[in-house]
């Protein structure tokens, strides 16, 4: 089955900086790709999502991008802020087969003041 | 509001005694899962539902029950908790409706039960 392996599990950048989380995922026939944000005391939110017909998609200050060949994806934050502090989570699924998502093991992102 | 309402979401308890905790969405989803969340293992799936009457097995079932009766409602039971059971709780929805173009697929989750077992 799917697995998917993400880095790093913490990361701490200054403020207004850039910040880059790394995923892989194994199963080649995986076509959907989300990655959610969880604040503090609350349950993980969609933030930005990429599927296999695209290789890059942006959204203001945040933007992933798919390797489909190498099976990487990441996510991308620039001029970093405060509120960006919480844990991000990727994933992979293939929506023709289930709609079984596989979680990364998350990466907890400090923004420092 | 379209979300998912998770009960209670704070629960100390002690080995062997049953509960459940509720799940409820109104976004007449057709699929619904469990997920506990523990440090440095992310979240990892424990049943999950397609639509009412179906229900199959995560990655970390034992010890766990659920049901399927109504669309709207995924209880997770524990029968005979034990303290490996302690976890912070997810249960999230989605429409399945739609390709992997459209908006099928994404996840809604709930606010989250905290579980102790003492």
Request: charged content about 20%; hydrophobic content about 30%.
């Amino acid at each position: 089955g799917e697995n998917v392996e993400q880095h790093p599990s913490t990361l701490s950048v200054q403020e207004g900086d850039s910040a880059v989380i790394k995923c892989t995922y194994s199963d080649s026939a995986s076509n959907y790709f989300p990655w959610y944000k969880q604040e503090l005391g609350k349950g993980p939110q969609l933030i930005i999502d990429i599927r296999s017909n695209v290789g890059e998609k942006k959204d203001q200050r945040i933007a992933v991008t798919l390797n489909k060949t190498a099976k990487h994806f990441s996510l991308h934050i620039t001029e970093t802020q405060p509120e960006d502090s919480a844990v991000y989570f990727c994933a992979a699924s293939n929506k023709n087969r289930d709609d079984k998502i596989i979680f990364g093991k998350g990466t907890r992102l400090h923004i420092l003041p | 509001e379209a979300q998912v309402t998770q009960n209670p979401r704070y629960l100390i308890t002690v080995t062997g005694k049953k509960l459940t905790v509720t799940c409820s969405q109104n976004m007449n989803h057709e699929y619904m899962s469990w997920y506990r969340q523990d440090p440095g293992l992310g979240l990892r799936q424990i049943y999950y539902s397609m639509n009412v009457e179906v229900t199959d097995k995560g990655d970390v079932p034992e010890g766990y029950k659920v049901s399927r009766k109504e669309k709207r409602n995924f209880p997770l039971i524990l029968e005979s908790p034990s303290p490996n059971q302690t976890s912070l709780y997810f249960c999230a929805s989605s429409s399945t409706r739609g390709t992997v173009f459209s908006g099928a697929n994404v996840l809604t989750f709930g606010a989250g039960s905290r579980l102790t077992v003492l």
